[in-house]
Structures are given as C-alpha cells and as structure tokens.
C-alpha cells in the first residue's frame, strides 16, 4: 500500500503542469487579469518558499531547545551554508532567465539545451563545494568566530550540511529551468515533500525518537542532507518521467555545449558575483554581531531566521518578475515586460505590509517560540521592530532586481551589493557597535544598506535601460 502511494505522489510530480500562456494585446490593459495571472505564477512558489522558511523555523526551534549553544552553532554556520547556495545561484539566474527567453521565443530545443549544460555544470560545481566544505568545515566555524564550547557542535553541523550541497545544487538547477518555463508546480511539490521530511527527521535525530540515538545539532544535519538527498531524486524524475517539462529520458546523450554554457555564465556570472559579495559581507557582519557575545548572538540568530522568513514573499515574486520578463522580452514585448515588473513589485509590496505588522506588534511571542531566555527575547524582539520597518524597501529590491535580471541585467544589482553591503552595511555594523549600540546598532546598519539599495535598484529599472539587454 505504501509503495503504491509513493509511486502515485512520484507521478504527480513528473507530470506535466498545466503553463499559463503569457498575457498579451488588450488583456495587458486590464490590471485585474494581469494580477491574477501574476498571482497564479507567484503563488506555488510563495507556498513553497513560505513553508521551507517556516520548516527551518521549526527546525530552529526545536534546536534551541537542547540549548543556547545548540542554537549559536546552527547560526554560525548559517552564513557559510548560503555562501554555497550563493555559487549554485549563479547558475540559476543565467539558466532560469535563457529558459525564460527561449520559452518567450517559443524554442523548446534551446531551452532543453540550457537544462542539459546547467545539469553538468551543477553536477561540477555540487562536487567541488560539497569536498571543501567537508574538509575545511573546523576552519571555517573558526573563521567566523565561534566562541570555544560552541566550536565542536558547529563543525559537525556544517561538515554534514557540506555533503548535501551537491544534492542541492542539482535540485536547485532543475527547480530554475522548470520555473523559468513558467512551471512554478512542480519544484513545490518536490521541496514540500522533502522539508516535510527534514521535519520529521530533525524530530527523531535530534531527540532520538523511535529508537534512534539523540544526536542534537549533528542530528539536525544530517536529517537537511537526507531530505536534500530525496528532494534531488523527485527534481530528476520530474524532468525525466516521459510525460513531463522536459522528458530528457527522450534523449540520451549529453554533450557539452560551450556557446550554451557562455550565455548562462554571461548572466549568471555577475549575479554569482553579487551573490558571493553579498554573502561575504553577511559573514563579516555575523563575524561582528558574534562579536558581543553567545546570548546576543542567539537573539541575533532569531531575527536572522525571521528575516529568512519575510524573504520568501519577496523571493516567490522576484521569481516570476524574472520569468515573466525574461518570456515577455523573448516574445519581443518589452512595454508587457514593464507593465510585469511594476504590477509583480505592487503585489509583494502588499503581502510585504502584512509580515510589517506581524513583526512589529508580536516580535516578543514570536520570539519566544526559539528560547525561554528573557535577555534573548528582549533583543531578538528589538531587532524584529528594525526588521519590521524594512519590509517595503526589501520587497522593492527584491522584486525589481529579480525583473533587471529576467532581462539579463545583472551588473546592477552587483552594483548595489557591493556598495550597499559592504559600503554601507558592514561598515556601520562596526561603526554602531563601536559607539556601543550592540545588537540594535548592526540591525540599524541593515537598515540603511535596505534603504541604499532599494533606491538604486528602483532608480535603474525606472530607466529603462535594461529593454535593450541582449543574452
């Protein structure tokens, strides 16, 4: 009974979904269909991200409670595990924004093309992260500044996430050609099944449950490198099974495409760039918030989760701002493509109002699910009334970067990284808590790097240079 259940969810999975057929002619003129279509491309991935984010919750909490320690090594290490996403990120822009010119151009070779040299290349790129993060993972908890007792639980953490960064680079290629094609769906499906799994197994190995032995933090990551593990096998079926997106099960030979592989890095390259820029200055901010001690920094580690959580909304419409730019450019329609843009940024500016509210006003209770500790709870709330104020600018500089790199403009939002992380940012983290502001200074600093860059990135598609990008 099981097993045929488990084939029937592997079907749904592989099958083909139903892709909306981009809007055109009078149809753009009418706002109401225009939201609605933007919302039926938006919503899986909003789901999909919404439930990660609040899966890591969950994990986070039910690491906390073995501990203030527990919860410092898991946040230690944070930085590091997304400075790997960060490589595999690059990739996917350049992949999900040609998928996205190809679709709009109707070539369903070229864009099979692009999936194929994005497999090999993350299939490279997973196993070179996954062999360096294993074995320097001591060396980099160090390097980030991890007080003494909380340097051997953070190693066993990020040794063993490290391993499933292959796992996740593969899924993560997949995941941007099938949404850049317009199918939102399936990568849902496919994440939800396997954070629902890491879940459940944080449960049984960090408490050893069921007759497993209680590993804590070890058990925590070595349940988010299974589900990676199951999360990369559901991604290949869905682009494999024959009725699906792809059906690469059809063709049998893979073979290196040079021009193909060039157009993905002339994108993606920068945005891998931006990405590393940017999670190197979250690194040295992190190196400077754990800084002033463990308790603040788990109270730092809570806004940090939280802030992970307001990102998803923002994450979900970038995304199909760069489908629905990347389609409507390759359909030779940039007034739609700008029409997209602003509509995707009203939209996300909307739901970011609500996360506004919601941390604002209940920061102290939300807080209070990570740690029963009362200075905890009262920096960590602290940090999420700054984090509350910023939702606006972070949803506009999100949504809109995601639009410029659809259109193949990614040096921009590089621009911005560099000046508004490391210019602003990290500097005035250092600066604040110099003057003795502690935690509320460097989330002060994560304000004005907000503000910068929302600005900048407003200011550049408002220009309209990026209609004439070629990629």
């Not at 988010?224 to 559901?234: E, N, P, Q, W």
């Amino acid at each position: 009974m099981t097993s045929r259940k488990t084939q029937a969810g592997a079907k749904r999975i592989g099958q083909k979904t139903r892709r909306l057929p981009p809007l055109s002619g009078e149809d753009l003129t009418d706002m109401k269909k225009v939201d609605k279509y933007i919302w039926q491309l938006t919503l899986p991935a909003l789901i999909e991200l919404m439930l990660a984010t609040l899966f890591n919750m969950v994990d986070l909490v039910m690491v906390g409670s073995v501990g203030t320690v527990a919860l410092a090594a898991v946040g230690i290490s944070t930085q590091p595990n997304m400075l790997i996403m960060s490589v595999f990120q690059s990739l996917n822009v350049g992949t999900m924004a040609l998928v996205a010119r190809f679709t709009g151009t109707k070539d369903y070779k070229g864009r099979r093309t692009v999936l194929q040299q994005t497999l090999i290349l993350s299939l490279v790129i997973g196993l070179a992260c996954s062999a360096l993060g294993y074995i320097y993972a001591e060396k980099v908890v160090i390097f980030m500044g991890a007080e003494p007792e909380v340097i051997p639980p953070a190693t066993s953490y990020f040794s063993l996430t490290a391993l499933g960064a292959i796992f996740a680079s593969i899924t993560m290629g997949i995941g941007a050609a099938l949404r850049g094609a317009g199918d939102t769906v399936t990568p849902m499906r496919y994440n939800v099944i396997a954070n629902s799994l890491n879940v459940v197994g944080n449960y049984v190995l960090i408490f050893g449950k069921f007759g497993f032995p209680a590993l804590g933090v070890s058990g925590a990551a070595l349940s988010t490198t299974i589900s990676r593990g199951l999360a990369m096998v559901l991604a290949l079926y869905a682009i494999y099974h024959a009725d699906s997106l792809y059906s690469l099960s059809v063709y049998k030979s893979f073979k290196l495409n040079i021009p193909i592989i060039k157009r993905i890095l002339n994108i993606g390259l920068p945005s891998g760039l931006e990405q590393l820029i940017m999670r190197g200055g979250q690194i040295e901010f992190t190196r400077t918030v754990s800084g002033l001690g463990t308790t603040v920094f788990a109270a730092h580690q809570i806004g940090i989760n939280l802030m992970g959580l307001s990102f998803a909304p923002n994450q979900a419409f970038g995304m199909s701002a760069t489908t629905l730019m990347g389609q409507s450019l390759g359909a030779d329609d940039p007034d739609a493509a700008h029409i997209y843009g602003l509509r995707t940024r009203r939209l996300g500016m909307m739901v970011a109002a609500s996360v506004t509210t919601l941390f604002f006003f209940f920061g102290r209770y939300i807080a209070r699910l990570y740690t029963s500790d009362p200075k905890v709870i009262l920096l960590a709330a602290a940090a999420l009334k700054i984090l509350a104020v910023m939702q606006p600018l972070q949803s506009t500089q999100f949504i809109l970067a995601g639009a410029l790199r659809g259109a193949g403009d990614t040096r921009w939002p590089l621009y911005a990284t560099i000046i508004g992380i490391w210019g602003i940012r990290v500097i005035f983290a250092k600066i604040f808590i110099g003057l003795g502001f502690g935690l509320l200074g460097a989330w002060g600093a994560n304000l004005l790097d907000q503000t910068f860059r929302s600005i900048f990135i407003y200011a550049r598609y408002k220009s309209g240079h990026w209609k004439t990008m070629k990629v």
